[in-house]
């Protein structure tokens, strides 16, 4: 199989696109009830940790809700949605966007995470062809193309999708003769666990002064996982660019959101993860120039 793929890169990029565009069809999913599910889990916990009686909300977070139950149904009329309309993005072209039952419209985003997360695992298996690396690299984009929506929806990155990423960040660097790009072969185990603690540490304590100054959060927890992950991933030399990268792009969004909106900046609390993601996708792609144009070689 791998030599059919090596021989035909066209086979191997359309195969990652087709599974990268399943993959997006699931990642809706996870994107929907990964946070509803940690917040039923909150509640149910913070009512018995305060001894408080059962109520209707509390009944109704204990029934079975999970990434695989209920199935897939119409948010308005809650009818199933037949598993040939479930194809990514042509099914929702067949049903013409509208639920088949109650004609109610479904939203374009389904489809549009499905396209986004088929076109860049097809970007990535072209750029890294037949290795280990791109296999990685796709679990990696799955990962923060969920991440980012949940974060943008929810202000939340799980602990359940940054934690596990962390380890394999770390784990990959063990040994480098499994991979081949020189995005991953060049990052070595003692510069992937220090840009791990570096990640974390340095937003950490840009939190800490900003709470010991300002007297609140500036930044969640999540951001600084999400943040260890790329220096495990990238290595300690990455997240200078990184942070440089996200925190460019998020001033413009940020700024650009707040005109539109005319609300303060006290009062509107701006997910970071989003950023943090992207600029760790650009450097995937771009590491040597970024690298080369932050720190020429004389
Ligand atoms: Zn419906």
């Known amino acids: 199989m791998i030599e059919v793929f090596q ?55 204990k029934q079975r809700f999970n990434l695989s139950f209920p199935v897939s149904h119409c948010p308005h009329c809650k009818s199933s949605i037949k598993p040939w309309f479930n194809l990514p993005v042509i099914g929702y072209l067949l049903i013409k966007g509208k639920c088949v039952n109650c004609k109610q419209p479904i939203s374009p985003r389904y489809p549009i995470i499905e396209f986004f997360t088929a076109a860049l695992g097809g970007v990535i298996a072209w750029y890294f062809g037949v290795s280990l690396d791109a296999i990685l690299l796709l679990g990696f984009l799955w990962a923060l193309i969920s991440l980012t929506m949940i974060d943008a929806d929810e202000k939340l990155l799980p602990d359940s999708i940054t934690l596990p990423l962390l380890w394999v ?36 304590s840009i939190t800490f002064l900003f709470k010991v100054i300002r007297g609140k ?82």
Not at 35 to 55: I, S
Not at 217 to 237: H, N, P, R, S, T
Not at 240 to 262: C, D, E, F, M, R
């Open 217 to 298: 959060e500036g930044m969640g927890a999540g951001d600084f996982k999400l943040f260890a992950v790329f220096g495990a991933w990238f290595g300690i030399k990455a997240l200078i660019p990184i942070i440089l990268l996200s925190s460019a792009v998020g001033a413009v969004v940020g700024i650009t959101i707040l005109i539109i909106q005319k609300k303060s900046i006290d009062k509107t609390t701006l997910p970071f993860g989003p950023y943090l993601c992207g600029a760790a996708l650009l450097y995937v792609f771009f590491a040597a120039d970024i690298q080369n144009l932050l720190f020429p070689q004389l």
């Open 169 to 204: 960040g770390l784990l990959i660097h063990i040994n480098s003769s499994w991979l081949s790009s020189d995005l991953l072969t060049q990052i070595t185990l003692t510069e992937s666990l220090l840009g791990a603690a570096a990640g974390y540490m340095s937003l950490w």
């Open 7 to 61: 021989q035909h890169s066209t086979f191997w990029i359309s195969t990652m696109v087709i599974l990268s565009a399943l993959v997006g069809s699931f990642l809706n999913v996870v994107i929907y009830r990964l946070p509803e599910m940690m917040k039923r889990q909150w509640r149910c916990e913070c009512t018995e940790f305060l001894e408080l009686d059962e109520t209707a909300q509390m009944i109704k977070d």
